[in-house]
């Protein structure tokens, strides 16, 4: 079965700081990545995916991620955080039959 | 402009009472879910629809019904049966195909007193 491990609940970064969240998924075939984000009390939006090709994907806010398939990874990265980032964050895999299977997440808080 | 209509954004009720949450999309969508979202535990999927009065059963489906008489309307029922109703839903819907990229809606957060 798919599944998606998140193993930081929550992370805390300075602002300006850098960032990466992990995600390891587990899945038989190539797998389609997706990484939402989520403010409090809202639904979630898509920050970015992997589907083929270029194993380092850009998504929107200034997000990237890359895919590792020897490790099964697929993090999250930015280089330069904002106050306005602060978010629960989600890794999800594509399933059979176009279910997602998400990860628990992780909140982030970012200190000025 | 196309999107995810949840309603409504709150809702609150009394235990023992089934409750209807409303879903709507105008994006052409074959395919729509809801998934229940509990502190810590992400999002659990509960039933999915991947076209008109068609549905199946996800990881969470028991106290929960859903009816998919019409393509842009996906409305779930939280019955007096589901133990533990009081949470946050969410309303999905994607295109039909290999790539299940995921469109939302803003929420409902139910809770029962």
């Known amino acids: 079965a798919q599944s998606v491990t998140q193993p930081d609940i929550h992370i805390t970064v300075s602002e300006g700081a850098s960032l990466e969240l992990r995600c390891n998924y587990s899945?038989?075939?190539?797998?389609?990545l997706f990484w939402y984000v989520q403010s409090p009390g809202q639904g979630l939006q898509l920050l970015l995916k992997y589907f083929s090709g270029d194993t380092l994907v850009q998504g929107i806010k200034g997000f990237e991620a890359e895919f590792k398939r020897s490790q099964s990874s697929f993090n999250l990265r930015k280089p330069s955080v904002h106050w306005s980032d602060a978010a629960e964050y989600f890794c999800a895999v594509g399933a059979n039959g176009n279910k997602l299977v998400f990860g628990a997440g992780t909140i982030l808080r970012v200190k000025s | 402009d196309g999107g995810i209509t949840q309603s409504p954004k709150y809702l609150f009720r009394k235990e023992g009472q089934n409750v209807t949450l409303s879903c709507e999309q105008n994006l052409n969508h074959d395919a729509m879910y809801w998934y229940r979202q509990d502190p810590g535990q992400g999002l659990r999927l509960i039933y999915y629809?991947?076209?008109?009065?068609?549905?199946q059963k996800g990881d969470i489906a028991e106290g929960y019904s859903v009816s998919r008489e019409k393509k842009e309307s996906f409305p779930l029922t939280v019955t007096s049966a589901q133990k533990n109703p009081t949470a946050f839903y969410l309303c999905a819907s994607s295109r039909q195909g290999a790539v299940p990229e995921a469109f939302f809606g803003q929420g409902t957060r139910l809770t029962v007193v």
């Open positions: 899945y038989g075939a190539t797998p389609y």
């Open positions: 629809s991947q076209i008109v009065n068609d549905f």
